[in-house]
């Protein structure tokens, strides 16, 4: 059967880098289009994700999926031929779906408050990443993956925001080495896996192009 799979996306997207990881490790090659957010959303994307106009969208076969970890679980169901990515047992997969929601409501829009404030304000959102990073590294605990053994649905989730940690920090002020060593391990575990080390930008790369929205933004 040919397949046609397209990924609408923006390379510096936490959430399209999940569904990028979730392809590779599947194996299955698919047209990449890259959305240029800053300067205005397509209109194949406001076709594709006309709710939220968003990406990523993965669009298999001329029908659009849209929301990140949505499309990861869509991915795992579809090409299920390898490398399973939800845990087979149902509390393992209800927990990691609710650790994964916790850094969909969490980390973007703390992030978002602690880089778009100042003074007083901008301590108290930095306070708050940093606690939720502490969070999920006490629900890491001395585990090698979220997963176990094994890298899952969870790691999966929230490996892409490693690529953006330097911005954090530097943004921040703070080192997530110095408070999160646990947590950096494991993200260094994640590396060593060809699917994600080939798919993470570069840290500076992920900086220099916050710096270029900022400007964009006071505009
Ligand atoms: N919950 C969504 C979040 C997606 C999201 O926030 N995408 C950003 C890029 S990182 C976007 O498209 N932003 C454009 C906008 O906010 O209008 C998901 O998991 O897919």
Redesign the pocket.
């Known amino acids: 059967m040919g397949e046609e799979v397209v990924l609408l996306d ?1 390379w510096a ?4 880098m999940r569904v990028r990881i979730a392809l590779a490790e599947k194996g299955v090659s698919y047209d990449y289009k890259e ?1 240029y ?1 800053i300067k205005g ?1 397509s209109p194949f994307l406001l076709q594709m994700n006309p709710i ?5 969208v993965l669009i298999h076969n001329g029908r659009p999926i ?4 949505i ?1 990861v679980e869509y991915i795992d169901e579809v090409w299920n031929h390898k490398n399973p990515i939800m845990p087979s047992d149902p509390y393992d997969r209800a927990q990691a779906r609710f650790w994964v929601d916790f850094i ?1 409501k969490k980390i ?1 829009e703390t992030w978002r408050k602690m880089w778009l404030s100042e003074g007083e304000e901008h301590e108290t959102w930095k306070k708050e990443l940093i606690s939720i990073f502490k969070q999920l590294e006490e629900t890491l605990g001395d585990k090698a993956f979220y997963g176990g053994d094994t890298f899952g649905f969870l790691d999966l989730g929230l490996i892409p925001f490693y690529s953006w940690f330097y911005t954090f920090e530097t943004y921040g002020n703070f080192k997530m080495e110095a408070e999160c060593p646990k947590l950096i391990a494991w993200a260094k575990r994640c590396m060593q896996r060809d699917t994600v080390s080939k798919t993470l930008p570069d840290e500076k790369k992920v900086y220099d192009h916050v710096l270029a929205m900022r400007k964009a933004l006071e505009k």
């Open positions: 923006a997207s936490m959430f399209g959305e957010l959303k939220h106009k968003k990406v990523p849209c929301e990140s970890a499309i969909d973007y």
